[in-house]
């Protein structure tokens, strides 16, 4: 088996001597193998890792690969529509960072260590997982289309001009992002918006403030797990946030992040969702964010082999 690291650098940012170290690791492990064959590559941009994915596996001409997604969200998302559509690959999430890795928690709280043992990650066997499939692009952990994503899309853009800074800035950033995402709750056109929406062919068509399309128990930064959501389970979890007053809005939305299904909120589980808007819709799939106004989601039954160390399941144990 051919295994190629990828390794998100802002994962280590200020912390040369961690990745440092990290790597040192990687190569003690494989050089004590009889034959190794390792690679690893530092992927400097958004998107970097499919390209990189894609050579690798034209050189294993059809062999396994394992590919590692070293730091958090933003690369194991590169990873997984890096390894779509191409034989015998494996995905592994390798969790560093600030910001972690949503997916792992999949697996049960307190995990994450686990999975940063490169000896344990090499020897564990992979899993079928679910996928997302969102047009040309695929989603791991979930997606949604409404208030969280216009909420990321806007401060985004008001925030293009600004120089990103650490420390005092940041805090300062997300304070910002507190304070547009209370003045959001204002916008009609966001928790208001008028959808037509499919759900395996019926229709939920009606006023919404978000619409949340799951694979997994945790997505989009919620504290607890939406009990009953599993990525081999072959369905996703949809949760439809209908239209309500500015502060039922944001009280609904802290109520689901704490694992709890508010009363304004529809639950259902569906292969494919359908949906369709008058002007863009705000998107986000795992951890990267889109406009558009038609889209659809979709399951794709055990499209991914993700690997599961110790032992583990999607049930945490």
């Known amino acids: 088996m051919k295994h190629v690291f990828l390794i998100d650098p802002s994962a280590f940012s200020g912390q040369q001597w961690r990745m440092d170290g990290l790597l040192d690791t990687i190569g003690q492990h494989f050089r004590t193998q009889e034959k190794p064959d ?74 994450a260590e686990l999975f940063k ?29 409404g208030f969280s994503a216009a909420v990321v899309i806007k401060m985004r853009n008001m925030e293009s001009g600004r120089r990103r800074s650490r420390g005092a800035g940041r805090i300062a950033a997300k304070l910002r992002r507190l304070l547009a995402g209370a003045s959001f709750a204002f916008d009609k056109s966001i928790v208001a918006r008028q959808y037509r929406i499919l759900i395996d062919g019926k229709d939920y068509s009606g006023a919404y403030s978000q619409v949340s399309i799951v694979n997994a128990p945790h997505f989009g930064g919620a504290k607890a797990p939406l009990a009953g959501a599993a990525p081999d389970d072959g369905l996703l979890d949809v949760v439809l946030f209908k239209s309500a007053t500015m502060l039922a809005t944001i009280g609904s939305f802290r109520k689901y992040a704490r694992g709890k299904l508010p009363s304004n909120c529809a639950r259902v589980k569906a292969k494919r969702v ?44």
């Open 274 to 317: 359908e949906m369709h808007s008058d002007k863009p819709m705000w998107i986000q799939t795992d951890s990267e964010y889109l406009m558009d106004t038609s889209i659809a989601f979709e399951v794709a039954p055990g499209a991914a082999q993700i690997v599961a160390v110790d032992g583990l399941s999607y049930r945490g144990s």
């Open 117 to 145: 043992s490169i000896p344990a990650v090499a020897a564990a066997p992979s899993i079928p997982t679910d996928i997302i499939e969102v047009g040309n692009t695929h989603a791991l952990s979930g997606c949604a289309v």
């Open 38 to 111: 390792f690679t690893t590559v530092v992927s400097k941009f958004p998107r970097e890792a499919l390209g990189i994915i894609q050579r690798q596996a034209d050189e294993a001409e059809g062999g396994p690969v394992r590919v590692y997604a070293i730091g958090g969200d933003a690369i194991l998302f590169d990873c997984l529509n890096g390894i779509v559509g191409l034989p015998n690959m494996e995905l592994a999430a390798v969790p560093y960072g600030a910001a972690g890795n949503t997916f792992i928690r999949s697996f049960g709280e307190g995990k």
